[in-house]
């Protein structure tokens, strides 16, 4: 099992950035594949973007392609989010997962291990 612990959620006007990470526990955690998902209220939660253990290949949604940038750095055990260029409809609490393979999925159900959650906020 890998414990994982999102920051850098905040409230940020429409236009600005932010840079989510997660940090994991574990020394497995570079053998396995990682996703950020969101939830916004009243909605369920949905697939935002993946990466392979070793960050070759990524994945994002439609609605956040070209905006977000998916990496990690599997020295400091931290997966990040980069999120520029953002929009209302992005607010949402973002999570951070870990698939215990190496490729990732948009399939929420795939993933094993979950963190807190981070707020990010965009306002108008």
């Known amino acids: 099992q890998v414990q994982l612990v999102e920051s850098g959620g905040g409230l940020v006007q429409a236009g600005d950035s932010l840079r989510l990470s997660c940090a994991a526990s574990g020394r497995t955690f570079s053998s396995y594949a990682m996703g950020w998902f969101r939830q916004a209220p009243g909605k369920e939660r949905e697939f935002v973007s993946g990466i392979n253990w070793i960050g070759s290949r990524t994945g994002y949604a439609d609605g956040v392609k070209g905006r977000f940038t998916i990496s990690r750095d599997n020295a400091k055990n931290t997966g990040y989010l980069q999120m520029n260029s953002l929009k209302p409809e992005d607010t949402a609490v973002y999570y951070c997962?870990?698939?215990?393979?190496?490729?990732?999925?948009?399939?929420?159900?795939?993933?094993?291990?979950w963190g807190q959650g981070t707020q990010v906020t965009v306002s108008s």
């Open positions: 997962a870990a698939r215990h393979i190496s490729s990732y999925s948009s399939n929420q159900y795939d993933y094993a291990d």
